[in-house]
């Protein structure tokens, strides 16, 4: 029997919220409703998804300090393998790295794969102006090559926008 597996299912528990966004001024400027487990388990079930895999949503864990961004990223990786212990037959998740971090994303790489025993880790596509394909994160990289382990890359919003002297933003 084919099962509906959705890789792209955003977990935002109160405290990341609290930790990456300024109340009224969320990232992105979107309010999402408060997330639960059970509205998370409502929803799959309503969509027909068999397997969510979970993952954190802009604008990550690295909010400009690289110990608070160790510390939300521990703590993501940890509740969502505690939703993945509670329900394996409902819930993945990626982890979330500390980038541009990278000392502390090769820990944390580490510890929720080999320890929490997450499914793999979510990057995005930039992390305050640092992309994907710098140099700096070849490290990063070359550990996840070695895995063989799932990256998931999500769009995150340019980290200065580009505006016209009228305002309007442009490409």
Not at 80 to 101: C, E, H, I, K, Y
Request: net charge negative; with cysteine.
């Amino acid at each position: 029997m084919a099962r509906t597996i959705d890789v792209h299912q955003h977990f935002l528990p109160d405290f990341f919220w609290r930790g990456t966004n300024e109340g009224a001024k969320p990232v992105g400027g979107i309010m999402p409703p408060p997330w639960t487990e059970s509205t998370a388990l409502a929803f799959i079930d309503d969509a027909g998804i068999d397997v969510a895999v979970l993952s954190i949503s802009t604008p990550g864990v690295h909010v400009g300090d690289d110990t608070r961004a160790r510390a939300l990223a521990r703590r993501c990786n940890e509740f969502a393998a505690q939703l993945v212990q509670s329900r394996p037959d409902r819930f993945g998740s990626f982890a979330a790295l500390p980038l541009p971090d990278v000392d502390g994303a090769l820990e944390e790489l580490r510890y929720a794969l080999d320890v929490l025993k997450l499914d793999g880790v979510l990057l995005f596509s930039n992390v305050q102006g640092i992309y994907l394909g710098d140099p700096r994160l070849e490290p990063v990289f070359t550990e996840l090559d070695r895995r063989g382990r799932p990256c998931s890359c999500t769009p995150t919003l340019r980290p200065i926008p580009w505006r016209t002297a009228s305002g309007c933003r442009t490409r």
